[in-house]
């Protein structure tokens, strides 16, 4: 089955910033790749996803980039605010067969620091 | 669309009690899915659901049970509970295959369970 590995599993960093996190899958055959985020106490989010028929997606602070080569995609958020420290979960399906299922990396907890 | 709901929000079990935790979507969704998060964990699948009348186990099934018998409701049950089973639970579903945004699961606010 499918395995998603993400990292780091905390950052901290400075209000105005840019964070990175990035995730590796190992089905080849994945080609959905959506991003939650989770605020303390609450239901995970989505707030930006990608298909493997693009390499990256931007939605105003956030930007997906995805490596199909390499088996990769990464967030970047810029200009990172207070509002912005939550857990952020990737994860990896395939639209393809009987495969329904999203794999969730294990988080990794965005700290924005004013 | 109030989308994903699920109740109880909050719940205290003792070691071998029994109960059902409640999903109702209201968008005519026909996946449906269930997820446990522990501490600082990522979100494991139990059961999930392609439509009524049919559920396939996840990554954690052990000691769960599921049904389907409408596309709006797909119940957990907890049969025996047990300590590992304290755990927040999350619901989820998504849209049907060749529809915009399929594979997008939109999650319920959660049950916080505790087994004592």
């Known amino acids: 089955g499918e395995n998603v590995e993400q990292h780091p599993s905390t950052l901290s960093v400075q209000e105005g910033d840019s964070a990175v996190i990035k995730c590796t899958y190992s089905?080849?055959?994945?080609?959905?790749f959506p991003w939650y985020k989770q605020e303390l106490g609450k239901r995970p989010q989505l707030i930006i996803d990608?298909?493997?028929?693009?390499g990256e997606k931007k939605d105003q602070r956030i930007a997906v980039t995805l490596n199909k080569t390499a088996k990769h995609f990464s967030l970047h958020i810029t200009e990172t605010q207070p509002e912005d420290s939550a857990v952020y979960f990737c994860a990896a399906s395939s639209s393809g067969g009987s495969n329904y299922k999203l794999t969730f990396g294990k988080g990794t907890l965005l700290t924005v620091n004013p | 669309n109030a989308g994903v709901t699920q109740t109880p929000k909050f719940r205290i079990l003792k070691i071998g009690q029994s109960m059902t935790l409640q999903c109702t979507q209201d968008?005519?969704?026909?996946?449906m899915y269930w997820y446990r998060q522990d501490p600082g964990m990522g979100l494991k699948l139990i059961y999930y659901?392609?439509?009524?009348?049919?559920?396939d186990k996840g990554e954690v099934p052990n000691g769960y049970n599921v049904s389907r018998s409408t596309t709006e409701d797909f119940p957990l049950r907890l049969e025996l509970a047990a300590p590992s089973q304290t755990s927040v639970y999350f619901c989820a579903s998504s849209p049907p295959r060749g529809r915009i945004s399929t594979d997008t699961q939109y999650f319920g606010p959660g049950t916080r369970l505790t087994v004592l």
């Open positions: 968008m005519n969704h026909n996946y």
């Open positions: 089905d080849s055959a994945s080609n959905y």
């Open positions: 659901s392609v439509g009524a009348g049919i559920t």
């Open positions: 990608i298909r493997s028929n693009v």
